[in-house]
C-alpha cells in the first residue's frame, strides 16, 4: 500500500500565494506521474496539473502560467506553487500518484481545502 500525505492548503486573498505539498511513503517501487486534481462543490474533480517520471508537465488552460508543478523524487513528494490565486480556484485539491512498473496502479490523498476570499 501507498500512503500520501497532503499539506498547505489554508485560506488566502484573491492574488495571493499557497504552496501545497504531497509526500508519499510505503510499499513504492517506482513512482510514474504525479498530479494535483481539484473538486469544487457541485462540480467535476478536474486535473489541475501532471509531472511525468520524466519531469514533462502538463497544465490545465485555467491555471496555465499561475500555478507550477515540482517533484522531489528522492523523497517521493510532489508540489503546487499557486500563484495568482483567484475566487474560482477554491476547491478541495488531491494529490493523485501512478505507481508501479508492470502492474500500475493508482493512489489518491485525502484532499486538502484550499479557499480564495474575493
Known amino acids: 500500500q501507498v500512503q500520501l500525505v497532503e499539506s498547505g492548503g489554508g485560506l488566502v486573498q484573491a492574488g495571493g500565494s499557497l504552496r501545497l505539498s504531497c509526500a508519499a511513503s510505503?510499499?513504492?517501487?517506482?513512482?510514474?506521474?504525479m498530479a494535483w486534481h481539484r473538486q469544487a462543490p457541485g462540480k467535476q474533480r478536474e486535473l489541475v496539473a501532471r509531472?511525468?517520471?520524466?519531469?514533462?508537465?502538463t497544465y490545465a488552460d485555467s491555471v496555465k502560467g499561475r500555478f507550477i508543478i515540482s517533484r522531489e523524487n528522492a523523497k517521493n513528494t510532489v508540489y503546487l506553487q499557486m500563484n495568482s490565486l483567484k475566487p474560482e480556484d477554491t476547491a478541495v485539491y488531491y494529490c493523485?500518484?501512478?505507481?508501479?512498473?508492470?502492474?500500475?496502479?493508482?493512489?489518491w490523498g485525502q484532499g486538502t481545502q484550499v479557499t480564495v476570499s474575493s
Open positions: 510505503g510499499r513504492i517501487s517506482t513512482i510514474n506521474s
Open positions: 493523485n500518484v501512478n505507481v508501479g512498473v508492470i502492474s500500475r496502479r493508482d493512489y
Open positions: 509531472i511525468a517520471g520524466g519531469g514533462t508537465t
